[in-house]
Each structure stands twice: as C-alpha cells, then as structure tokens.
C-alpha cells in the first residue's frame, strides 16, 4: 500500500468492513456470540470484540490515532512504510515502548485492544482487495499485557532501579551500554537517546546549576519541545567517537530493553523498562539540586523542566 501512513489508516478503516457506525453495536456483538458459540469457542467480551466492528466516530478516532503511531513506529524504527507488512514483532516492539515511556497499564491496554482491532481491519482489507495476506498479533500482544502487567503492575511505588549504576556497567554491547549510561546520566527518554546526529552535539560547558563539566546533546521530546541534556565528558566523548564512525547514534529498541532486562536479571534487581533509568536521574538529581542550595520547590521544578515536561509539579510522580 503507498500513500502516507494517515491516508493508509484510513484505507484500512474504510475498506476493511470495520466501519459500522449508524448500525446496531448491540446487534452485531449478538450475532459475533452465536456465531462463536456455534463454533464451540469462547464466547467472552474479549472474544466478541474480535468479531465486532467499530460503531462509534470516537472509537474510530481513537483507533485510527493509536494505529497511525504504531505505523509511525514501524517506519522509523523498521523502515516499514506499507501498513500491510505490519507483523507481530512490529507491534510488540511498539508496545514496549509505550510501557518504557512509562505508559500506564490502562493506557496500555486500550493501545492493546485498538490494535487487536487493527488485525482485524488488516484480514478484512486482504480480503476486500484479495491479495491472500492473514495477520494476527495476538500472541504478541498477550505476552505484551502480561509484561505491562509485571512492570507497571498497578503501579504504586517507585519504578527507580535500586542500584542504576550496577544495572548500567552490566548491560551488555558497546552500543546498548552508551544509551544506557545516556539515559542514567542525562534523563532523556530512549526515544530521544536514538538516532542522535553530529548536529545535536553542543560541546562541553559547566552545568549552570552546579557548576559541574557536562557534554551537551540537544533533543526533541514530547510534542516537539526542544532540550538539552548533559552527560560527563566521558560519556560524551564516546558518544562524539560513535558518531563520527556512523554518523550517528542507532539502535533497535527492542533489543536494548532486552539487554537491561537480563543486566536487570543479573544485578538481581526488579526490570523496570528503559524508563526506570529516567525514574533514577530523577530522584538523583533532585538530591543533587537540593545539595547546592535550591529549595524542594525549586528543585521539583527545575527537574521537570530538565525532563521536558510543561507542569512543574509532575516530578512528583518520579520522587516516590
């Protein structure tokens, strides 16, 4: 399929058979239930939703944004521009990294159950335009809720990592280990931390707020906003050195989170996703901006605002 990855979503959507809104929901999750049990299998809300179309403009909205991110996902991180290549392994790695982003579990599963929907949107538009493709992401995304399950886990405490820096020096690979120690030092997202270019690199100066040497990479976080982090000038010397061989910083996501989680495993500590290393920056650089002078309420903010969030008092929820 050509065309951008928003006017695929919509192809989909609109010749796939899901788009029955003006008809009956009631109807049509009736007729999914006899038709399951008929076929002697489950008959439970989970299954039904497999068989149903969507009956509402705010679910297909809905819908339709969370599969245009997952498409996003799949081009950028797997050079997959065809929304009907999409395979189980595009879609996991989409959903790990909404849970490293430190997504909340209910977000995670209403992510789940839109692309389970978009499995069945793919079946239907194979079978409107008879090109004999099947899909399904259904073991993928169950082995997802469950992750998100263990991780987020009804999330109450704190998901900083007990001994970041031990977790940092047992993470495997020359290029997992640098985005590692990126994101121990500096507090970026892993999303920030990939495909990081020359350009990005704004050189050595004192940290303004404590009067330490720090490496300057400039990153683009959450709807677009502009930041600089810092890292020790050894961290930044390897990263300019990566640089300078590969033009840039890359590395598969998914592949990384698998590498803390066995550094994680061996460290004997809790694996609390890529994002865990942003929960530690956090907490750590709080105590060090309280240490030089700053007040709870300053350091709260400054945090935040070092995180790339608008809203001072988010930090908060990384202080636990």
């Keep these: 399929m050509r065309g951008t ?4 979503v919509h192809e989909i959507f609109y010749k796939s058979g899901l788009n029955k809104i003006g008809e009956s929901k009631h109807t049509a999750k009736e007729k999914a239930w006899q038709d399951l049990k008929i076929a002697g299998q489950k008959t439970d809300s989970h299954a039904i939703a497999k068989f149903t179309g969507i009956h509402s403009y705010g679910t297909a909205n809905r819908y339709m944004d969370i ?12 050079k997959v ?38 499995e069945l949107g793919l079946n239907g538009y194979a079978q409107f335009k008879g090109t004999g493709r099947e899909y399904s992401f259904e073991k993928e995304i169950a082995l997802i809720r469950s992750e998100a399950g263990k991780i987020l886990n009804r999330f109450e405490g704190s998901r900083a990592y007990a001994d970041p820096r031990s977790l940092n020096a047992a993470v495997r690979g020359g290029v997992h280990h640098l985005v590692a120690t990126i994101q121990r030092e500096s507090g970026c997202r892993v999303k920030e931390a990939n495909y990081i270019r020359s350009s990005q690199l704004r050189g050595l100066r ?67 996703g890529s994002h865990g290393l942003r929960w530690s920056w956090a907490q ?29 008092d988010i930090t908060k929820h990384y202080l636990r």
């Design 5 to 8: 990855i928003d006017w695929q």
């Design 67 to 78: 599969w245009e991110l997952a498409g996003k996902y799949a081009k950028e991180n797997f």
């Design 81 to 118: 521009r065809d929304m009907e290549k999409l395979t189980g392994e595009h879609i996991r790695a989409f959903l790990e990294s909404k849970i490293a982003e430190g997504m909340a579990l209910a977000t995670i599963k209403q992510y789940a159950a839109a692309l389970e929907k978009l």
């Design 206 to 272: 004192e940290d303004a707020k404590t009067g330490q040497m720090k490496g300057w990479i400039e990153v683009k976080g959450k709807g677009g906003k502009i930041r600089q982090v810092g890292v020790s000038p050894t961290t930044y010397a390897r990263l300019r050195m990566k640089i300078a061989k590969g033009k840039r910083l890359i590395f598969k996501p998914s592949n990384y989170r698998y590498d803390l989680k066995k550094a994680a495993e061996k460290t004997g500590q809790t694996y609390q």
């Design 284 to 312: 750590e650089r709080f105590q060090e901006l309280q240490r030089h002078g700053m007040t709870y309420e300053q350091a709260m903010f400054q945090v935040s605002n070092e995180m790339g969030h608008e809203r001072g």
